[in-house]
C-alpha cells in the first residue's frame, strides 16, 4: 500500500518561501509521476506540479513557473515542492500524489495516491 506523508505547511507572509515534503513509502516509484495539488477554500483541487520519478522531468501550472520547484531525493523516497515569493492567492492545503503511469498529467483522477495534505497560508 502506498503511503504520502506531507509535511512543511505553515504561516508565512507575502514574498517569502516554504518548502513541502512529500514521504512515500510503500513501493518501487520508479515509473511513478508524483505530484502536487492544492486546494483553496470553496474551490477546486488543482494541479500544481509534477515530476517522473525517473527521468525527474517536470511540469508546472503557469500560476507557480518561476517561483515553485518540485524535486526529488530518491535514496529518501521523498518529493519537495520549494515554494518562493508566495502570495496570498498561493494559500490553501497542499496534497501529495502519485499516479502509476509515468505521465506527467494535471488531472486529480488520474493520481491514485493521496496525502492528507498540509496547509500553506501566505499573509498580505
Known amino acids: 500500500q502506498v503511503q504520502l506523508v506531507e509535511s512543511g505547511g505553515g504561516l508565512v507572509q507575502a514574498g517569502g518561501s516554504l518548502r513541502l515534503s512529500c514521504a512515500a513509502s510503500g513501493r518501487t516509484f520508479s515509473y511513478y509521476t508524483m505530484g502536487w495539488f492544492r486546494q483553496a477554500p470553496g474551490k477546486e483541487r488543482e494541479f500544481v506540479a509534477a515530476?517522473?520519478?525517473?527521468?525527474?522531468?517536470?511540469r508546472y501550472a503557469d500560476s507557480v513557473k518561476g517561483r515553485f520547484t518540485i524535486s526529488k531525493d530518491n535514496a529518501k523516497d521523498t518529493v519537495y515542492l520549494q515554494m518562493n515569493s508566495l502570495k496570498p492567492e498561493d494559500t490553501a492545503v497542499y496534497y501529495c500524489?502519485?499516479?502509476?503511469?509515468?505521465?506527467?498529467?494535471?488531472?486529480?483522477?488520474?493520481?491514485?495516491?493521496w496525502g492528507q495534505g498540509t496547509q500553506v497560508t501566505v499573509s498580505s
Open positions: 500524489a502519485a499516479r502509476t503511469d509515468g505521465i506527467l498529467g494535471t488531472r486529480t483522477n488520474n493520481y491514485a495516491y
Open positions: 515530476i517522473r520519478w525517473s527521468a525527474g522531468s517536470t
